[in-house]
């Protein structure tokens, strides 16, 4: 399908949304909860070299890369943004992203600051929100309940995710800083922030 083609549901209400905030905050249930809510929105499944845990979904948590074929892909221009995290590689694909927001859609970004940064300077009119915990200790909390890891690396993260949201705080990029206190109230909070922001460029 070329992308010229026009489907009946397509609009000129494309937006592309960035949802960051540092390890631990709960991003992944907002950005899913704001999926859900949100009838014509999409969520841009990244690439990634990390290894693919129990609970990850192929082509729907992240399509999983060896180096050379996340390489590869980077070398065609195919990534809108890529960023290194604990060592991995991470990319948004471009083509797919772009032919959303062509389509109209609300186009979901789970993605870092470093990487934030990126499609900000590509797609100045991207909407994005950072997503901050209710203070520092119930992210160590939540760290701590995921049971994925030892202390020491639970608290390597801790430290990284202290400096995601400084950075998060002082880069300038953001539009909205939403508070974690209750997950379903903070996704409400996203969605009618989005609805908004939405109506507001339509008119
Ligand atoms: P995890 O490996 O725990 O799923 O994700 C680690 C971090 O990578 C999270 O902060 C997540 O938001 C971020 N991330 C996931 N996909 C991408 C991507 O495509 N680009 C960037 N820059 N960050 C990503």
């Known amino acids: ?13 494309g937006l592309l949304l960035i949802i960051s905030g540092p390890s631990g905050v709960g991003k992944t249930t907002i950005t899913r909860g704001v999926e859900r809510s949100i009838p014509d929105s999409v969520f841009s499944v990244s690439w990634t070299t990390r290894p693919r845990t129990a609970a990850d979904v192929e082509g729907v948590d992240y399509h999983f890369a060896t180096d050379e074929e996340f390489e590869a892909m980077k070398a065609r221009g195919g990534f809108l943004e890529t960023a290194g995290i604990y060592g991995k590689k991470y990319g948004t694909p471009r083509d ?86 209750h997950a379903d109230e903070c996704t409400r909070t996203a969605v009618e922030a989005v609805t908004r922001e939405r109506a507001r460029r339509k008119r």
């Not at 399908?1 to 489907?7: A, K, N, Q, V």
């Open 96 to 181: 797919w992203v772009t032919e959303q927001l062509k389509r109209g859609r609300l186009v979901i970004l789970e993605i870092d600051v470093e990487g934030a940064k990126q499609v900000k300077r590509k797609v100045p009119d991207a909407y994005s929100i950072f997503i901050l915990p209710p203070n520092e200790e119930s992210l160590l909390l939540r760290l701590r309940s995921r049971k994925r890891e030892d202390e020491a690396a639970i608290q390597r993260r801790f430290g990284a995710a202290q400096r995601e949201i400084a950075e998060g705080k002082s880069c300038g990029i953001y539009d909205l800083f939403l508070v974690n206190e």
């Open 1 to 13: 399908m070329s992308l010229g083609e026009r489907f009946p549901t397509d609009t000129d209400d």
